[in-house]
Structures are given as structure tokens and as C-alpha cells.
């Protein structure tokens, strides 16, 4: 464990790196396999902190998971067979886990207690446990409901109807589960669409559900109680990691960055057309599927950037990849309009403060708005001494900050990078990067 990394820029950066397994289908792979029924033999899950967080829970419920290498083999307990865990249960930093796995304890016989770091007991919970309790569920939270620790209290669900008040894919899983696990039909309407790796695994497992796409939005309809069994499941890589080095080739690329095997769900690569409209070069090669997830390989060129502005039906499809557009809008000419975002308040940190707050410390022209950033570019960056604040996306925009900026940048609390991408650092530096001192 490194207190803080120092990267020397600007570093040119050339190469091929691959990256680890994605991190929302790891989460979905490990959880909906503990309630399946027989065995599921898993390849590529995310080693992370963030899926270990969620794997350990399952343990702590009765769930046996052996792993060997890149295989993982996970023993289902059927719906509604998880043991009432001893203890309170510890989500660490994972959303995903915190707003997923309460829809399933709320379904099963028992009392369970979650909570997790600093970070996590200041996500908001109020989102999922609206819809549960509209199906019977009985779930408390800290401060009216709104804040974990959260207590839940197993017992019988029976389905609804719930229109998605936030377009956010976590909500959009506990209610698609909680109806899994419910009597009779639940459907859940999403306005605008978020990533559906739920949809697509839980279609491949064999569960009960349908999608139809109406002006209102996309109804997904599930019947309760349809149990589905385990198979085999191949998890392709995070997007959302090779989105650092797509960032980091179009920015300061010797010649190109190549990133194998990264997922390519079209929900998750806003962020592609995003690079491709400020004027980015980006290829896309052999491109494979598994299980309805799309993969591939994904090149970035060094370009010439323009600015854009960005809001409505793309921000779910780019969330977890703003804080790179705004880093990429400070090299853009003109100014860059983010908006509609305000979700970025609401994640690991407060994203829109702190990407703003930690990127002037750069020289950046940034400011923070209510839902995202006006950004004036382009701007030449300095190095500097930053913080993470704990946050991984932080962490890794800001090291690739680093290597356009001149001088040395001193990124405080690197190893947050493990909460997604753990070797983040080594891949950096196997790219080029000149890093003084190493974490992750
Ligand atoms: C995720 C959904 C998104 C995303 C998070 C992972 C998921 O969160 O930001 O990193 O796995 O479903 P929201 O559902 O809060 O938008």
C-alpha cells in the first residue's frame, strides 16, 4: 500500500494493454449465481475490492464459492435458501452492492444489517427501498430512511408496477430482482435507458423476463418465482477501465493505445461517441459476444480536440466516465458544456466538486455547476499535488492527468484505484508513463 504516487509528465503514451473484468457484470454474475439453482462456473470476474465486498457477503450467507485462477465456481441456494448471515454485513466502498443486494434480502427469512466505508453511508438508500417496500418488503434506514446502515427484514414480496424515478441501472436491478423473487408479475419502467447487463444475463440464465420498448419508455416485465439455473458465464472487460487509456491515447499518445477485450455494451460506451464527436480518432476491432455482451478491442489516437456539449438520454451511458470528458475538455478548444449529471453528486465522492476542485489545482479552467461543468480549454496543465479523496475514477483521471501535465503530480490515496482496477498503475507504466513511485 503506496500513501501516494508521483508521476513525472508529460509522457507520451504508445502500447496494448488488457484490462480486468468489468465490475457491474462481475456484481451481477456473483449474485444472481448465488440465488440460481446448481453450480455456475464464472471466468473473468473482477478480482477488486468492490466485487470481493460483494463475494464475501454471499459467503457470509451460506453461498460456497471456490476460486482457482480465473475461474470462480459458485454453489446456488435457489431463491429464496440464503442463510441468515451472523453478522453485519460490509458492502466496503460498492454501490452496486449496497442498492442490489437488500432487493434479495428482502426475500429471504431472516434479519440482515448493511453498511459499508464513510463513503457508502452517505449514498442514498431512500431510492430502493421505495419500490421494495411497495412490494412488501420491510427495510429501515439512518436519517428518515435515506442514509445506510440498512435494516432489512426478510419475508414474502409480491409484485408491482415502478417507474423509475432516476435513470440508474442499481435501482433498476433491486426492482427487476425483488420481482424475480416476488409472487406473480412485477414490471419496471425505465424512461431513459441505463446499462442492462441485468436484462442481458438474466435472459441468458433462462429467468422470466421480457422487455418492450413503448413511448413511455422501456418496460421490463418479470414473473416472480420462475427459478432460473446456474452456467457458465464469461465476463468481458470493464469499459469503463479501458476508458482511462482511451482518454489517455487521445490526449497524449506517442502513436496510439490499443485496449483488448473491453466490453462494448452499447450502454456503457458513451464515452466512445463522446471521443468520436470532440474529434478523437477511435477504432474498433475484433469484436466478439458472450452471452449477449458485446467485446472487442478499442484503439485511441492522439487528436486534435474540440469541445462539446453534452446532456439528457447519454449521461447513464457516460456517468462513470465524466470526469475523463471533463479532463478531456480541458485540452479541447472552446468551451465544454456537461450537464444533466447531477447524479455525479451522489456517487463515491461528489464528483462534480472534486473533479472541478482537483483539476484547477492542474491549472484547469473548470467550474462545477449544479448537474455537471463548464470547462474552457485548452489549457496547458501543471503538475501538482492531489487527492483521490478515496475515490478510484478520481484517482485514475487524475494519473492520466498527469501524464499530459508538465512536471510532477503527487496523487494522494492512489490505492483507491483497487475498488476497480487493481495493476492500474503497473498498466500506466507498462504504456510509458514515468512513475516515480508505485501503488495499486
Ligand atoms: C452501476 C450503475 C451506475 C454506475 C456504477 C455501477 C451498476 O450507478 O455509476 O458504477 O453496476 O449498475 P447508478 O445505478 O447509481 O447510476
Redesign the pocket.
Known amino acids: 500500500m503506496s500513501e501516494k504516487v508521483v508521476i513525472q509528465g508529460p509522457g507520451p503514451l504508445a502500447g496494448t494493454i488488457s484490462i480486468p473484468g468489468d465490475k ?1 457484470i462481475t ?1 451481477r454474475a456473483l449474485i444472481f449465481s448465488a440465488i440460481a439453482e446448481g453450480e455456475s462456473r464464472l471466468l473473468n470476474i473482477l478480482p477488486s475490492e468492490d466485487c470481493l465486498s460483494t463475494l464475501r457477503i454471499l459467503q457470509n450467507l451460506g453461498v460456497e464459492i471456490e476460486r482457482a485462477g480465473d475461474e470462480t465456481r459458485l454453489l446456488g441456494r435457489g431463491f429464496y435458501g440464503l442463510d441468515e448471515p451472523k453478522d453485519v454485513l460490509d458492502v466496503g466502498n460498492s ?2 452492492a449496497l442498492r442490489v443486494l437488500p432487493a434479495v434480502l428482502a426475500a429471504q427469512a431472516g434479519v440482515s444489517v448493511i453498511t459499508g466505508d464513510s463513503s457508502i453511508r452517505k449514498r442514498p438508500v431512500d431510492r430502493i427501498i421505495e419500490p421494495i417496500a411497495l412490494m412488501g418488503g420491510k427495510l429501515w434506514a439512518r436519517e428518515g430512511g435515506r442514509l445506510p446502515p440498512l435494516t432489512i427484514v426478510g419475508g414474502q414480496l409480491k409484485g408491482t408496477e415502478y417507474r423509475l424515478p432516476v435513470a ?4 433498476k ?1 433491486a426492482v427487476i430482482l425483488a420481482g424475480i423473487l416476488a409472487e406473480g408479475e412485477s414490471t419496471v419502467i425505465e424512461p431513459v435507458r ?2 442492462d447487463h441485468t436484462e442481458i444475463m438474466l435472459n441468458y440464465l433462462g429467468a422470466a423476463i421480457s422487455i418492450e420498448e413503448q413511448a413511455e419508455g422501456r418496460r421490463i416485465i418479470v414473473q416472480g418465482r420462475q427459478q432460473f439455473s446456474g452456467r457458465e458465464i464469461v465476463v468481458p472487460g470493464d469499459f469503463s477501465s479501458a476508458a482511462f487509456f482511451l482518454a489517455a491515447g487521445a490526449l497524449s499518445g506517442a502513436s496510439e493505445i490499443t485496449v483488448q477485450n473491453s466490453g462494448l455494451n452499447p450502454t456503457r460506451t458513451g464515452f466512445i461517441e463522446v471521443l468520436e464527436r470532440m474529434g478523437a480518432g477511435v477504432k474498433i476491432a475484433d469484436q466478439a459476444e458472450f452471452g449477449g455482451e458485446r467485446s472487442g478491442s478499442v484503439t485511441a489516437l492522439k487528436s486534435t480536440l474540440r469541445s462539446l456539449e453534452i446532456g439528457g438520454d447519454i449521461i ?1 451511458r457516460i ?2 466516465e465524466l470526469p475523463l470528458v471533463a479532463l478531456l475538455a480541458t485540452q479541447a478548444d472552446g468551451q465544454t458544456v456537461v450537464k444533466d449529471a447531477a ?1 455525479l453528486r451522489v ?1 463515491e465522492t461528489d464528483r462534480i466538486s472534486l473533479v472541478a476542485r482537483e483539476l484547477k489545482k492542474m491549472g484547469a479552467r473548470i467550474t462545477g455547476t449544479p448537474d455537471g461543468f463548464l470547462i474552457d480549454g485548452p489549457t496547458p496543465l501543471f503538475g501538482a499535488d492531489v487527492d483521490s479523496h478515496g475515490d478510484h475514477r478520481l484517482a485514475m483521471m487524475l494519473a492520466v492527468a498527469a501524464t499530459v501535465a508538465t512536471g510532477e503530480t503527487t496523487i494522494n490515496n492512489p490505492d483507491a484505484v483497487d475498488v476497480s482496477f487493481p495493476g492500474f498503475f503497473k498498466c500506466l507504466q507498462s504504456l510509458g508513463a514515468e512513475l516515480v513511485s508505485i501503488a495499486g
Open positions: 457491474s456484481h454501490g452496486t440508474s441501472a442499481q435501482v436491478t441505463s446499462r447513464p456517468i462513470d447524479e456517487k
